[in-house]
């Protein structure tokens, strides 16, 4: 078994140094992944974390695993969790965008292995952003109550900034193109359990 990594952090070029070397897993959306992430990750959305248990710690005790998202929030929760059950992994400071930003590559799959997609973020700026639009306008030819949507959205919005949660993106990522196929789940956890 290999030494826990230390800082509990990875900095880019730190990760792109010990890409090789690494068991890369990417805690956002399959949707997210398919945009764009770092070569050789493997999907496994965060809210799959607990059923790749048993091969995520087969793969910590086989070398260090670095856990990635977007910005790095999910990613921590996830090292969290992992390190809860005994497994050490790291997380990668800013998560993809910090990597796109710094100029290393992404691995994008061909068109045939999927579809655009959006981040989660943009996909939560763009309901939030529908939703308050709805609100005021039914407000104006509607009722006035229907403002309180606009208000509910405003509310939720400062909530998630002052938690650095964000309970609109856990509802987006239950709808269906943001959901693994069970197939694409099961053959990333057997590419874990043969590292």
């Known amino acids: 078994m290999t030494s826990p990594l230390t800082p509990l952090t990875l900095g880019t070029d730190q990760a792109r140094t010990r890409l090789h070397e690494l068991t890369v897993i990417d805690v956002r959306t399959p949707g997210e992944y398919a945009s764009g992430h770092l070569p050789g990750a493997l999907n496994i959305p965060l809210d ?13 005790e086989h070398g260090d695993v670095l856990v990635v998202c977007a910005s790095g929030s999910r990613s ?3 090292c969290k969790l992992l390190a809860e059950q005994g497994i050490p992994a790291a997380t ?17 799959p061909t068109a045939c292995e999927t579809r655009a997609a959006w981040s989660m973020e943009r996909q939560v700026r763009f309901t939030a952003g529908v939703v ?3 609100g005021l306008a039914l407000g104006l030819l509607v009722h006035p109550a229907f403002q309180i949507l606009s208000a509910g959205i405003a509310g939720g919005l400062v909530f998630s900034a002052l938690t650095n949660t964000c309970g609109m993106a856990v509802m987006l990522g239950k709808l269906p193109h943001n959901r693994p196929r069970a197939a694409d789940l099961d053959s990333t956890l057997a590419a874990l359990r043969g590292r």
Do not use: F, K, M
């Open 76 to 78: 921590e929760r996830a």
């Open 132 to 134: 308050v639009l709805l």
């Open 48 to 60: 799959q974390i607990r059923r790749a248990l048993p091969e995520i710690r087969y793969a910590a």
């Open 92 to 108: 990668l400071a800013g998560g993809t965008g910090a990597w796109a930003s710094e100029g290393h590559d992404l691995h994008h």
